[in-house]
């Protein structure tokens, strides 16, 4: 496995029960591939639940999508026929 050191040098100056969260953040969104139990251990030892632990991943997950995402361009306009309404 590649290393997470550029991980733990972003985190180093956070205190200490911040260190594991913020890192499986960083890691969620730019490595995913280097998550393993330890990285998710290391937050339970920090008083994370598991709730916690999936709200955390899900906004480091939405924040790489939607910074990834502002990357692309604007798809072309998509020209839909006007339907003309009629209520009943």
Do not use: F, H, K
């Not at 995913?32 to 251990?41: A, S």
Request: aromatic share 4%; proline share 12%; net charge negative.
């Amino acid at each position: 496995m590649p290393s997470r050191a550029w991980a733990a040098e972003a985190t180093a100056a956070l205190p200490d029960a911040l260190r594991p969260p913020a890192t499986l953040a960083l890691l969620i969104a730019l490595a995913p591939y280097q998550v393993d139990d330890g990285v998710v251990e290391a937050c339970r030892r920090t008083g994370q639940d598991d709730r916690s632990l999936i709200e955390l991943t899900a906004w480091a997950s939405l924040s790489a999508a939607r910074r990834v995402g502002g990357r692309l361009p604007a798809p072309p306009p998509v020209n839909v026929p006007s339907v003309e309404r009629t209520d009943p």
